[in-house]
Nanobody, 120 residues
Framework: QVQLAESGGGLVQAGGSLRLSCTAS????????MGWLRQAPGKEREFVSAINSNGEWIRYADSVKGRFTISRDDVGNTVYLQMNSLKPEDTAVYYC?????????????WGQGAQVTVSS
């Protein structure tokens, strides 16, 4: 059974940076597409970023392009989301997720989420 565990969330002022980490266990993580999604209060969950197994396919939501960077370390079974130039509208619970293919929008496994709060 896959388990995904996020860490690195917290409170930061606008313009600051945070790095989220997600450590996976339980299956062949190195083959999976890994991603980050977020859900702000009162809003639907939205896609943030994703990376495929060899790191050659990467996607970002328009709202975070140029500010967020996704990366992965398959030796450590960890995927990262470096978030720079944070804005109050980035405030949300950030979820790590995995799936078998870049095709489709459904994710197979989810972490429990990490709160990110950006103060103005």
């Amino acid at each position: 059974q896959v388990q995904l565990a996020e860490s690195g969330g917290g409170l930061v002022q606008a313009g600051g940076s945070l790095r989220l980490s997600c450590t996976a266990s339980g299956r062949a993580f190195s083959r999976d597409v890994m991603g980050w999604l977020r859900q702000a209060p009162g809003k639907e969950r939205e896609f943030v970023s994703a990376i495929n197994s060899n790191g050659e396919w990467i996607r970002y939501a328009d709202s975070v392009k140029g500010r967020f960077t996704i990366s992965r370390d398959d030796v450590g079974n960890t995927v990262y989301l470096q978030m720079n130039s944070l804005k109050p509208e980035d405030t949300a619970v950030y979820y790590c997720a995995s799936k078998k293919s870049i095709i489709g929008r459904n994710w197979d496994y989810w972490g429990q989420g990490a709160q990110v709060t950006v103060s103005s």
